[in-house]
């Protein structure tokens, strides 16, 4: 067993005043712990403005004190070895705990940075001839010198920075304090270097929880009297089960209202990573967000069930897109306007109107990040909650996903490439490793080069695939539809290659490497193989019944006796005829002949005529908070089926509904 560690986000409405008894109101609470995280944030920006010089990091690099001893994991106990204090100012009242919690948070933005600058150094030392597309032997050169969890996006990102600080000053950088100023400090209180003198938590039955925290009752605290202890309830989220064991929070304010990031840990399952005989793929995909399928691994060969299952949130996709759209036209519209603001004095009689309008856009553009942020996020956790909820249903015991790092959008900005970069995918497989871990399922990045490319059925990676745009028109050129011409496979494209990916995953699965400090696991070794489909039994076909029809017969109808008359067909009669009359359960939905013109004002009692060839709308599965016509915008997904020949479920192929 294992320990699977999250936050859960809360909020506290109000406090009580444990000495007076008084009710301290949300008002009055969100100006204390505004003061506190006001004191925490400036003595960490003051602590890391001043150590932020290579001599200072490279003492915290080194990994030993000024006593010669090894430096600790926790953060304020490091910097208090290195001698690095903080203080604040003379007439304000500190406490030690709260110096410890700004020196935690202090050592934590410190570490972060040493890790760019190793990664920054790397690049700086393997600097290549054409920084936008390394040679082979520049990679090698390259990778003997990356510090140890780097992906290629990471080097992607920093290259791109180094380049732009080469083309402004015509020089390299050479350290990262160059390349970037002292990172920027939120305000909160990291309440996990403290002890009981300034916080103690309590759990509550089930749903709640007691915080009980020191606040200053004043701005600038003078002395000890002007801090009391506060007793916050804290109404715990249901994602917190009752085993969970809480740990020490991060107190904030956000949006006027007091937020507590609270960290639990609860007890999960281990999953292994070899030894898997039925997995899952997913391929990112461009006809729906994602695309899966089920392998078993028999006799060292993939057989795949033969059926798809997709997650498909174009209705979403394209409402971010539009989002993303306006966001960037204000944010075209507020930079215009700080430019013109800059070219005129505050004198000038258009200097109100201007920043007026600035101000105003700046919020607007502020509110429209928060909305993309909030609908991207419910789209990864549903679009993760369902590909885990697939695998579970299919026994499966790894799910593997393509690896993120060697994918990138090339092409025009309004292209399909661009518009599905801008997808959660981070955000997905981040929700998709969290909710796996807790069915004891492990998550494994494969390589996604070539995926889409080659065949599945035929060559082991050899066969090229056909791009064409439908099954009939495979002389086009297109994006949607898969065909071979050595196999004659026709399929949807990223239904080949997701049953490439669950290739990889499991023929490859020896070579999985997990990473000491994140838990990443990740398999950088291609192993091709073809996948054979094989549909697993669920019941008798038309032809079975038409041949188990074929031997026994029923006799014709001129062979049969007939002992008695024939039932007179109903007639449509009035209401009061009696027991001949045709009744009907329900009323039809639809008018199947045209309404007759209205005689009078007003509309068509029955709406519009029905239009020939007109298909009626269907749902083709369960998505969570979408299949009631709320939510994403009508995303449509494959729904849950549990399939029982992998594990030992009954015998029959049942749907499961997701409410």
Not at 447 to 453: E, L, M, N, Q
Request: net charge positive.
């Amino acid at each position: 067993m294992s320990e699977l560690i999250a936050t859960a986000s809360c909020t506290a409405y109000a406090a009580v005043a444990e000495v007076s008894g008084e009710v301290v109101p949300g008002g009055l609470l969100v100006r204390r712990v505004a003061w506190l995280s006001g004191l925490a944030r400036d003595l960490t920006a003051h602590l890391v403005a001043a150590r932020w010089n290579a001599a200072d990091l490279d003492a915290l690099a080194s990994g030993v004190g000024l006593d010669g001893r090894v430096l600790p994991s926790k953060g304020w106990m490091a910097l208090r070895r290195l001698g690095w204090g903080v203080s604040p100012p003379a007439v304000v009242h500190v406490c030690d705990r709260v110096m410890r919690c700004a020196q935690e948070q202090a050592a934590r933005a410190l570490r972060l940075a040493l890790h760019r600058r190793r990664l920054v150094a790397a690049i700086v030392a393997t600097w290549p001839q054409k920084p936008g597309a390394r040679t082979g032997a520049e990679w090698d050169a390259l990778r003997k010198v990356l510090p140890d969890g780097v992906t290629a996006a990471d080097v992607r990102n920093r290259t791109r920075q180094i380049r732009a600080y080469l083309d402004e000053h015509a020089v390299l950088p050479a350290d990262l304090i160059e390349l970037e100023e002292p990172p920027n400090v939120a305000a909160q209180v990291v309440l996990a270097a403290a002890d009981r003198q300034l916080l103690t938590l309590q759990r509550i039955g089930h749903r709640s929880a007691r915080l009980r925290v020191r606040l200053p009752l004043v701005e600038s605290p003078a002395s000890a009297r002007d801090w009391a202890w506060h007793v916050l309830p804290v109404a715990l989220p249901p994602t917190v089960p009752p085993q969970a064991a809480l740990c020490a929070p991060t107190v904030r304010v956000s949006k006027g209202r007091v937020r507590v990031d609270l960290p639990f840990q609860i007890p999960v399952g281990f999953a292994p990573a070899t030894g898997h005989r039925v997995g899952c793929g997913f391929d990112w995909g461009l006809n729906g967000l994602l695309v899966g399928v089920v392998g078993e691994l028999a006799g060292g060969r993939v057989i795949s069930d033969g059926r798809p299952f997709a997650y498909d949130a174009s209705g979403v996709s394209a409402k971010l897109h539009r989002l993303r759209a306006e966001r960037e036209h204000l944010a075209a519209k507020h930079r215009h306007l700080e430019r013109l603001l800059a070219r005129i004095t505050p004198a000038d009689s258009r200097y109100v109107a201007l920043s007026t309008a600035w101000q105003r856009i700046g919020v607007e553009h502020e509110r429209l990040c928060a909305r993309i942020r909030h609908l991207n996020r419910a789209l990864a956790w549903s679009a993760a909650r369902w590909a885990v909820d697939q695998a579970v249903a299919a026994g499966a015991t790894v799910l593997y996903v393509e690896d993120l790092a060697t994918l990138e959008a090339r092409g025009r900005r309004g292209s399909w490439n661009a518009r599905l970069s801008g997808q959660v995918r981070g955000l997905i497989v981040e929700a998709i490793r969290h909710l796996a871990a807790k069915h004891a399922i492990a998550v494994v990045t494969v390589p996604a080069r070539g995926t889409s490319r080659y065949c599945p059925r035929c060559g082991e990676g050899t066969s090229v695939l056909k791009h064409c745009p439908a099954p009939d028109r495979v002389a086009e050129r297109g994006w949607r539809w898969a065909w071979c011409s050595a196999c004659g496979l026709s399929c949807d494209r990223d239904w080949a290659a997701a049953e490439r990916i669950v290739s990889r995953g499991l023929l490859g699965q020896n070579a999985t490497r997990t990473h000491r400090s994140t838990g990443v696991r990740t398999i950088a070794t291609v192993v091709e193989g073809n996948v054979a489909r094989a549909r697993r039994t669920r019941k008798p076909t038309r032809a079975a019944r038409r041949a188990r029809a074929d031997l026994h017969p029923r006799p014709a109808a001129r062979d049969r006796a007939k002992n008695r008359p024939t039932p007179k067909r109903p007639t449509r009669t009035s209401a009061n005829s009696g027991n001949n009359s045709m009744t009907f359960s329900r009323v039809p939905d639809r008018r199947t002949v045209p309404a007759p013109p209205p005689t009078g004002g007003g509309q068509r009692p029955a709406g519009h005529a029905p239009k020939p060839g007109r298909r009626e709308p269907y749902r083709t599965g369960h998505v969570r908070n979408s299949h009631h016509r709320i939510g994403f915008h009508h995303a449509k997904a494959t729904p849950v089926l549990t399939f029982t020949e992998h594990g030992s479920r009954p015998g029959q192929a049942t749907p499961v509904r997701v409410t």
